[in-house]
């Protein structure tokens, strides 16, 4: 039996408890490479992928790279506006094209100049014409499925994969009413820590840790009596808080008058599987993005912005600034206490401990995990 399979049985067998008899997860689900390596091609290369917002690609030839299981891969607005996706390597000697974000009105490779239109066709490949099988109408950059999804930019490179709006119709259902859409990013910003890109995730699913690993920060926000943790489903899951006025951002907007009662104050925590996670409340959201980095690191994509009503407010910008600040303190708090948790896992001695009824959402990503692996 192969690592991997060691892990994946390891897992299965501690899923299949109830959940008021759950633990967490086995630690050869986060620390061996080869359950990683699997992950890459039945998780990561099956699942939507969030690129990022996509107002971050306003104009014709805006555009974002990103990977996907070891897959380049280009997203940009096309001439005549809508999203593509394509493959980032050349169709002549496999060079990669572009890198980063930025604008383009043509794609050209930087190993032999051949030139690509927006939307992936070939428009010229100097020094070719003696070339008698060459046939410029024949070539294109392969494409990607790229969907726009409530203001989120989703990446497949699953052809088969249900649409975003039909698998996460629940998340409409839940939260259509703050329309994140409409909402505005402000700040997108990308690091790296040294931690397992689940024990991370996990991190998000559950507020229970708030009082002890945020006590310098939101840990005073909430009461852990108040948050609610129901069944998620398939493709995610989620929970709220009801907030106090500690952050004022946090609340409905004292001119809306369309958000009636408990709608003014609850923030919910949407984590979109496998690694999309979204904190959304009346006046501000912010998420992030997850990409594997190894069993021990993560890159994290971690962006944010407001609503439509507090950006308008003559106070937005010392608003943003305040509640950026304390995002950031918040992350660091964060990422202290991810990275000890992947310290721990590493240990001889640790093992994975019982969960509370407020890590409902943990059993279920585990659950998710294990399905998608098998």
């Not at 790229?146 to 939260?175: F, R, Y």
């Not at 006046?283 to 009503?309: A, E, I, N, Q, R």
């Not at 991810?338 to 943990?362: D, F, I, K, Q």
Request: include cysteine; charged fraction near 20%.
């Amino acid at each position: 039996m192969t690592l991997h399979d060691t892990a994946l049985e390891e897992l299965r067998a501690s899923v299949a408890v109830p959940f008021n008899r759950a633990h967490a997860m086995p630690k050869s689900v986060y620390t061996s490479p080869d359950f990683g390596q699997l992950e890459q091609e039945r998780i990561f290369a099956r699942a939507w992928l969030c690129a990022g917002r996509a107002e971050a690609l306003k104009a014709p030839g805006d555009y974002m790279t990103m990977e996907i299981s070891g897959e380049p891969v280009i997203i940009l607005r096309g001439a005549d506006g809508a999203l593509r996706g394509m493959s980032n390597v050349c169709r002549h000697r496999m060079s990669t094209l572009l890198t980063g974000r930025g604008h383009v009105r043509s794609i050209v490779c930087p190993y032999h100049a051949w030139t690509y239109n927006l939307d992936g066709t070939l428009r010229g490949a100097p020094a070719m014409t003696l070339n008698e099988d060459f046939c410029k109408e024949a070539i294109a950059l392969p494409k990607v499925r790229v969907e726009d999804w409530l203001g989120w930019i989703m990446v497949t490179l699953n052809p088969d994969a249900p649409s975003p709006s039909q698998e996460l119709a629940e998340v409409e259902n839940l939260v259509g009413y703050l329309d994140m859409a409409a909402y505005t990013e402000t700040f997108r910003e990308e690091f790296r820590w040294a931690t397992n890109w689940k024990v991370l995730a996990e991190n998000f699913m559950e507020s229970y840790h708030l009082p002890a690993c945020h006590a310098g920060t939101i840990g005073g926000a909430s009461k852990l009596e108040e948050m609610v943790c129901p069944e998620g489903f398939d493709d995610f899951n989620y929970h709220w808080i009801l907030k106090n006025d500690l952050v004022p951002l946090a609340l409905a907007h004292p001119s809306n008058t369309a958000l009636q009662g408990d709608q003014r104050r609850i923030t919910w925590l949407l984590a979109i599987y496998p690694s999309l996670l979204i904190t959304l409340t009346p006046g501000y959201f912010w998420y992030l993005c997850l990409t594997p980095d190894g069993p021990g690191h993560v890159k994290v994509m971690f962006g944010g912005g407001m609503s439509p009503d507090w950006i308008a407010d003559p106070a937005a910008e010392a608003n943003l600034a305040a509640v950026k600040a304390l995002l950031d303190d918040v992350n660091i708090e964060d990422k202290g206490c991810t990275e000890r948790v992947y310290r721990g896992l590493s240990a001889g001695l640790s093992a994975p401990g019982p969960l509370s009824h407020l890590e409902r959402p943990n059993f279920e990503f585990a659950q998710y995990i294990a399905r998608m692996m098998a």
